[in-house]
């Protein structure tokens, strides 16, 4: 017997799900794409979602003054993370939609060459574009029409998917090593 009714609420839930699907399309409305889970996960993942940290919670209220200080036994101060962070995403960003774009030279080019901005302009400026740049790559995960799975023509097998993947993990490993110097300096 209990097979029976197993059967019966798993046909059910197919049907209720097959009449959700007409109904939608009933409103006017397309089905839901099959990916789109995976793009809102990739999204969550990206805002700083789930066990990361958000990027506004580790950098958006450092003073400025304390963006080149380093700490004992930490190589990099919150302007060299911010900056590394800024450019690499940046570089994954237009690899993944431009077939032109060239990237900076490994490792010299990926980070900057002092230890403390050049100036509270500079340091604002550094936070606005690796936020620019962030929502573009959301966007580019968002628009159904990208295709997250298609290889990168002018690649070597790297997705969308694998470039937004290598955004998140990046970031979140960088804004952990800020979240620790910032307890580091006592901020």
């Known amino acids: 017997m209990p097979k029976k009714k197993s059967a019966v609420k798993k046909r059910n839930a197919r049907s209720v799900s097959a009449s959700e699907k007409v109904k939608s399309a009933a409103r006017g409305r397309p089905p839901a794409s099959p990916d789109k889970s995976l ?62 774009h060239v990237s900076p030279p490994w490792p010299e080019g990926y980070w900057p060459t002092a230890e403390a901005p050049p100036s509270e302009k500079a340091w604002n400026d550094a936070m606005t574009a690796f936020k620019k740049d962030l929502r573009a790559m959301e966007q580019l995960v968002a628009n159904p029409r990208t295709d997250l799975y298609a290889r990168l023509p002018w690649g070597d097998g790297q997705t969308v998917l694998r470039e937004a993947l290598l955004v998140a993990d990046h970031n979140a490993y960088h804004l952990g090593q800020l979240v620790m110097l910032r307890k580091s300096i006592g901020i």
């Open 39 to 100: 793009r809102d996960n990739l999204l969550y993942l990206l805002g700083g979602g789930g066990a990361h940290a958000h990027f506004d919670h580790a950098l958006g209220d450092w003073p400025v003054q304390l963006a080149g200080v380093k700490v004992a036994n930490f190589p990099h101060t919150a302007w060299m993370l911010l900056e590394h962070m800024r450019i690499a995403q940046w570089d994954i960003l237009e690899f993944s939609r431009n077939p032109r």
